[in-house]
T-cell receptor, first 112, second 114 residues
């Protein structure tokens, strides 16, 4: 499968724990995006990378959130000290320059 | 806050009927895109229409864009049960510093019954 992949697909954690998600974009894509989607809503932009550089972070992304894209390939999104309000689907997308964004299947996070 | 609003929020139709949903947005755009999402899954890109285009077709899909009214519509003709999904419009901002940061509406849930 040459599409965008995300791991894990589901994560259940207790409040206060740290979690890390991984996204593998389509190999030739230089841009990578993270979005968050809560139930009944559309995705909301969190941050994006061009190659390994993180170009922007939404104000939705508190200090507990950090994202990296070492070597401009896969990306990780870490949430420290999780809160119940962090429960959501975390979606990753990639694109070639400003082209169409291809989305992965998402990681569903449940914080108990 | 979300840029777009889809209308209706939910739509129930029978196979073979057409489904029309609308999207309104607030600020000027570079392009508008429609996505489909099956329950609990990622988004599938359907069609992109640029701000200087008024209508676009792709298979059974027809999208219109009226930038003066800041609105778009998605028409699915001859619907099938497999079209059951949530449909989202997403806008790409007009200025270069907003490109790529798609802003989505809350979506229209479409149910197609056999």
């Amino acid at each position: 499968d040459t599409g965008v992949s995300q791991d894990p697909r589901h994560k259940i954690t207790k409040r206060g724990q740290n979690v890390t998600f991984r996204c593998d974009p389509i190999s030739e894509h230089n841009r990578l995006y993270w979005y968050r989607q809560t139930l009944g809503q559309g995705p909301e932009f969190l941050t994006y990378f061009q190659n390994e550089a993180q170009l922007e972070k939404s104000r939705l992304l508190s200090d507990r959130f950090s994202a990296e894209r070492p070597k401009g390939s896969f990306s990780t999104l870490e949430i420290q000290r999780t809160e119940q309000g962090d429960s959501a689907m975390y979606l990753c997308a990639s694109s070639l320059d400003w082209g169409e964004q291809f989305f992965g299947p998402g990681t569903r996070l449940t914080v108990l | 806050s979300q840029q777009g609003e889809e209308d209706p929020q939910a739509l129930s139709i029978q196979e073979g009927e057409n489904a029309t949903m609308n999207c309104s947005y607030k600020t000027s755009i570079n392009n508008l895109q429609w996505y489909r999402q099956n329950s609990g899954r990622g988004l599938v890109h359907l069609i992109l229409i640029r701000s200087n285009e008024r209508e676009k077709h792709s298979g059974r899909l027809r999208v219109t864009l009226d930038t003066s009214k800041k609105s778009s519509s998605l028409l699915i003709t001859a619907s099938r049960a497999a079209d059951t999904a949530s449909y989202f419009c997403a806008t790409d901002g007009e200025t270069t510093d907003s490109w790529g940061k798609l802003q989505f509406g809350a979506g229209t849930q479409v149910v197609v019954t056999p």
